[in-house]
């Protein structure tokens, strides 16, 4: 078990192929100025029956779940979230950001994973914590 250093509410809306993620990620403990917290965004269709290639051989309708679509960003990683700056205590960070959507998915059946990272350190970012919206 190790301490909640932040978390992140969402919610979503869609208006043609374009989709929109109000976020809210909240910092439950102080940080000094350096680090380096980042948002991303995924977004994945449940539910999408297809053909699949098994050792076995195919199968025409296979129903595949939560197959990664897009994200929000160019890097895994996210976007920045506090630029570097220091962290207080409850401190919030509101951004709504836009996604572009295929025409050809079932927008009914889209989630949003949001993904906060600690990306301070050389190396792969640890992940702090994650939420998501149907």
């Not at 199968?59 to 895994?76: C, E, I, K, M």
Request: hydrophobic fraction near 35%.
């Amino acid at each position: 078990y190790s301490a909640v250093n932040a978390g992140v509410a969402l919610d979503k809306s869609i208006s043609g192929t374009t989709m929109t993620v109000r976020t809210k990620c909240k910092f439950f403990t102080d940080f000094p100025a350096g680090t380096d917290y980042r948002l991303a965004l995924y977004v994945v269709e449940d539910q999408l029956v297809a053909e699949q290639n098994t050792q076995t051989g195919k199968v025409a309708n296979y129903t595949h779940r939560n197959l990664l679509r897009t994200g929000s960003s160019a890097t895994y990683k996210g976007d920045p979230i506090n630029n570097k700056g220091a962290i207080a205590l409850n401190q919030e960070f509101d951004k709504d950001i836009q996604i572009t959507l295929d025409p050809s998915w079932t927008t009914a059946n889209l989630k949003v994973i949001a993904v906060i990272y600690d990306a301070t350190a050389s190396g792969l970012p640890t992940v702090v914590n994650s939420n998501m919206v149907k």
